[in-house]
């Protein structure tokens, strides 16, 4: 029989993403359901029914439970250090919502709990398992498009359709660049490695002072090792077509363009190396001069992220998105929107 682990997910609200974690903790074979946590206890309850696991209002009160293995940890960002710092010394292995944090003493804190324990914590930077994203990595990775040389990605969303709540908080300011853009930032770091400079310009036109104190629009441009130059551009509130995290790769040989609501990926080349089109294209073909593959949707794809951290506890491999990850990605967006405050480029400090 396979071995089960058993799984609290914590903070579940009505339409949160810890509901998308329940369902995939549901769905994996090697998981179960244990405990619903939910400080909003009408929300608990009707969540609790929805999925058929209990429910507690206070996450303490699952700490010293022997029978939880995992905590996902799905609370607002600003919480996410004191949360999983807790389950981490508890012994729990944790999978924590991005950003890691909202701050870089938050992450440092991460950082050394990580260390401090046994138990393993892998970050739920999702676009890591976004189908088109991941053929993507595997076409660089395979050189079909020679060095990069330029790569953008962008986060558009319209917070103004969503109910106002820890998003727009002035006590724990949470910018959308940390918060929504640190997706585009973390896809390029897994592309191109960890910037070293960025300088960033940002403005405050679509959302009122309802939404938060941050600017709800900002650009920054990076360097990145072996001369890449890369750009990232999020809007909190623009027109958007959703959060298909539009992303572009330049490099010496070829392009991919491609963005996570498109179910294809187009590759342009000069010239495709014979004995890579079958591992390449798949049933993709020709099309305006560029190549389209096809890729499966699912930009949200916590069931592929569970997959991963359970094989990686049973097996006791090392974790993929690790901690480490997290806190770069967050280092690099702190320091955009440092730049974008003070209008300098602003050399990235990443923690220890
Ligand atoms: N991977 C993604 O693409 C993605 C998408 C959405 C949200 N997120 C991240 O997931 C996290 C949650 O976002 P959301 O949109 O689901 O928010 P949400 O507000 O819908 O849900 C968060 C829930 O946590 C509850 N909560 C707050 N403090 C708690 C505590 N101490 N114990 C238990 N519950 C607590 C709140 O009552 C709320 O119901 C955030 O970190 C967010 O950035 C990631």
Same mark, same amino acid.
């Given at each position: 029989?396979?071995?089960?682990?058993r799984?609290?997910?914590?903070?579940v609200?009505?339409?949160?993403?810890?509901?998308?974690?329940?369902?995939?903790?549901?769905?994996?074979?090697?998981t179960?359901?244990?405990?619903?946590?939910?400080?909003?206890e009408?929300?608990?309850?009707?969540?609790?029914?929805?999925?058929?696991?209990?429910?507690?209002?206070?996450?303490?009160?699952l700490?010293?439970?022997?029978?939880?293995?995992?905590?996902?940890?799905?609370?607002?960002?600003?919480?996410?250090?004191?949360?999983?710092?807790?389950?981490?010394h508890?012994?729990?292995?944790?999978l924590?919502?991005?950003?890691?944090?909202?701050?870089?003493?938050?992450?440092?804190?991460?950082?050394?709990?990580?260390?401090? =324990?046994?138990?393993?914590? @892998?970050?739920?930077?999702?676009?890591?398992?976004?189908p +088109? !994203? *991941?053929?993507?990595?595997?076409?660089?990775?395979?050189?079909?498009?020679?060095?990069?040389?330029?790569?953008?990605?962008?986060?558009?969303?319209n917070?103004?359709?969503?109910?106002i709540?820890?998003?727009?908080?002035?006590?724990?300011?949470?910018?959308?660049?940390?918060?929504?853009?640190?997706?585009?930032?973390?896809l390029l770091?897994?592309?191109?490695?960890n910037p070293?400079e960025?300088?960033?310009?940002?403005?405050?036109?679509?959302?009122g002072?309802?939404?938060?104190?941050?600017?709800d =629009?900002?650009c920054?441009m @990076?360097?990145?090792?072996?001369?890449?130059v890369?750009? +990232? !551009? *999020?809007s909190?509130?623009?027109?958007?077509?959703?959060?298909g995290?539009?992303?572009l790769?330049?490099g010496?040989k070829g392009?991919?363009?491609?963005?996570?609501?498109?179910?294809?990926?187009?590759?342009?080349?000069?010239?495709?190396?014979?004995e890579?089109r079958?591992t390449?294209l798949?049933?993709?073909?020709l099309?305006?001069n560029?190549i389209?593959?096809p890729?499966?949707l699912g930009?949200?794809?916590?069931?592929?992220?569970?997959?991963?951290?359970?094989d990686?506890?049973?097996n006791?491999?090392p974790?993929?998105?690790?901690?480490?990850?997290?806190?770069?990605?967050v280092? +690099?967006? *702190?320091?955009?929107?440092?730049?974008?405050?003070?209008?300098k480029?602003?050399?990235?400090?990443?923690c220890?």
């Amino acid at each position: 029989m396979d071995k089960m682990l058993r799984v609290a997910v914590i903070g579940v609200s009505l339409e949160g993403i810890g509901n998308s974690h329940s369902r995939s903790v549901i769905a994996n074979k090697n998981t179960e359901l244990a405990y619903i946590c939910e400080v909003n206890e009408e929300w608990a309850k009707d969540r609790s029914a929805l999925y058929g696991a209990p429910y507690c209002t206070d996450y303490h009160d699952l700490l010293d439970k022997d029978d939880i293995d995992i905590a996902i940890v799905c609370v607002p960002d600003h919480l996410h250090a004191q949360v999983v710092s807790d389950f981490l010394h508890a012994g729990k292995h944790v999978l924590c919502e991005k950003p890691l944090a909202l701050t870089s003493e938050d992450c440092q804190r991460m950082l050394d709990a990580d260390r401090e =324990t046994e138990a393993k914590l @892998m970050i739920g930077q999702v676009c890591r398992k976004t189908p +088109v !994203f *991941v053929k993507a990595k595997q076409i660089v990775d395979e050189g079909v498009i020679g060095d990069l040389v330029y790569i953008e990605s962008e986060y558009s969303h319209n917070y103004s359709t969503m109910p106002i709540h820890w998003r727009n908080s002035y006590e724990y300011p949470r910018h959308g660049f940390t918060g929504g853009a640190c997706h585009s930032v973390d896809l390029l770091r897994w592309f191109a490695g960890n910037p070293t400079e960025v300088f960033a310009y940002g403005n405050h036109k679509l959302l009122g002072p309802e939404y938060g104190p941050c600017d709800d =629009t900002m650009c920054a441009m @990076m360097r990145f090792p072996n001369d890449v130059v890369g750009r +990232v !551009f *999020v809007s909190i509130g623009c027109m958007s077509p959703g959060t298909g995290i539009r992303t572009l790769l330049y490099g010496t040989k070829g392009t991919i363009i491609m963005a996570a609501n498109n179910p294809h990926l187009t590759l342009y080349l000069g010239q495709l190396d014979f004995e890579k089109r079958e591992t390449v294209l798949g049933n993709g073909h020709l099309y305006n001069n560029g190549i389209q593959i096809p890729v499966a949707l699912g930009s949200h794809n916590t069931a592929a992220e569970l997959e991963e951290f359970v094989d990686i506890i049973l097996n006791d491999k090392p974790v993929t998105v690790t901690c480490r990850e997290g806190a770069d990605t967050v280092a +690099v967006c *702190v320091a955009a929107i440092e730049s974008s405050q003070t209008g300098k480029p602003v050399q990235i400090e990443y923690c220890k």
